[in-house]
């Protein structure tokens, strides 16, 4: 019998399991698109003003994703994202199965909608979303449920969530400067969320426990019916 290296067995399987993961994960991204970017039924508020906060020369927020990126986090971090790990202590794994299955479909309708630019006034995947645009769409999209037009409003409704480290997936998660909110996000779980940025910027994933958005956090609210 042939002498083999440890490990050299193992190569061929690790490549393999590599090429086809990057496979999976164009495929995911390419299918994402037609599925989620909907018409959304033409409305009255369609023209109403936008509420992300305006972009700066100094800005810090992350680039967009480029699609490859967006390929790789629907192909790798999905699962994560949907399903959190017990050993994570992510709350939602304490919730009823069908409050479970309602968040997954959440996220998988803003996920699908990352790299949709941001438009002023936006509220429609074809030709892009404001912060509330788009977490107005998710919630009518995903579960019918009807949030108001803007952040500020929104952050009316629902339940308080004093406590970020209670926060669930599909929470929502408000920002704003001097108390007065501005800016809308849904919590993804691991302290990210999805969002609208600002003008310039694509829907992404930003970080909620460090840099500009922790410092412009002011709350968090639990939609009514999940």
């Keep these: 019998m042939p002498h083999t290296t440890p490990g050299s067995l193992a190569a061929p399987t690790f490549r393999h399991r590599t090429k086809a ?15 989620f970017a909907q018409q959304m039924p033409s409305s009255s508020l369609a023209g109403d003003s936008a509420d992300a906060p305006a972009p700066v020369a100094h ?4 680039e967009a994703m480029s699609l490859s990126d967006r390929a790789l986090l629907l192909a790798t971090d999905m699962n994560r994202y949907l399903v959190p790990a ?3 202590g992510e709350p ?12 997954k479909t959440v996220l998988q309708r803003a996920m699908a909608l990352l790299g949709t630019p941001y438009r002023w006034g936006g509220t429609d995947p074809n030709k892009g979303f404001d912060c509330s645009g788009l977490v107005g769409y998710v919630f009518r999209n995903a579960l019918g449920i009807e949030l108001p037009r803007v952040s500020r409003d929104m952050a009316q ?7 970020r480290a209670k926060l669930n997936a599909g929470d929502l998660v408000f920002f704003g400067r001097r108390g007065r909110v501005d800016h809308v996000g849904i919590y993804v779980g691991e302290g990210r969320f999805v969002h609208a940025p600002s003008r310039g910027k694509d829907v992404q994933v930003s970080d909620l426990d460090g840099g ?6 002011i709350e968090a609210r639990r939609v009514d019916g999940i």
């Design 212 to 217: 500009y958005w922790s410092q412009k956090f």
């Design 157 to 163: 409704t629902g339940q308080l969530i004093n406590d």
């Design 21 to 35: 993961r990057f496979a999976i994960a164009a495929a995911m991204a390419l299918m994402a698109v037609p599925c």
């Design 92 to 103: 939602m794994t304490q919730l009823p199965a069908e409050e479970q299955g309602k968040i």
């Design 86 to 88: 017990a050993a994570a």
């Design 59 to 62: 800005n810090t927020l992350p």
